[in-house]
């Protein structure tokens, strides 16, 4: 075996997965379009379908995040997303400035983390976090 899996134990019936995206269906496509790609400024990766509820595609880092649809149930409160930034700090003013309604500023977490709380239009939660210089996730044994 080669790659990446060479000297690690395969597992019988594993999936392979090749690219992953989490799936969000607003409740307002347009008013999520427009939080996803103008306030918190994600890049979009790909566009498809036509009309209000077409799909957008936006990079999440590793990762991506699709709006398309319409939600036809209010938002749940088990989904959160995980954004990593760079500067907590920094982010938290773009977001201000651009109109996002934090729920908690940058705060320092027990765990060493720096995380601040945000919600999409529709409540769903999400989490800036960053990594400081010093921190355990910056370093791989």
């Known amino acids: ?12 019936g594993m999936v392979h997965v090749l690219s992953s995206r989490v799936l969000l269906r607003p ?16 890049e ?4 498809f ?4 509820e077409r799909g957008t595609v936006y990079f999440l880092g590793g990762g991506y995040l699709e709006v ?3 939600a036809t149930e209010p938002a749940t409160d088990s989904l959160r997303l ?16 651009r109109g996002v309604e934090v729920l908690r500023p940058p705060v320092q977490e027990p ?6 709380w945000i919600a999409d239009p529709d ?13 355990p996730l910056r370093y791989r044994p």
Do not use: C, N
């Not at 979009?44 to 566009?47: D, F, S």
């Open 1 to 12: 075996m080669s790659g990446p899996l060479r000297g690690r134990r395969r597992v019988a």
């Open 27 to 42: 409740s307002d496509p347009e008013r999520s379009r427009a939080f996803y790609g103008e306030a918190l400024g994600l």
């Open 44 to 47: 979009i990766y790909r566009e």
């Open 49 to 52: 379908g036509t009309g209000p």
């Open 68 to 70: 398309s649809g319409r």
């Open 82 to 97: 995980w954004l990593q930034v760079a500067d907590a700090q920094a982010a938290h003013r773009k977001l201000v400035e």
């Open 111 to 116: 765990w060493g983390l720096i995380e601040m």
């Open 123 to 135: 409540g769903h939660r999400i989490v800036l976090t960053e990594v400081p210089a010093d921190h």
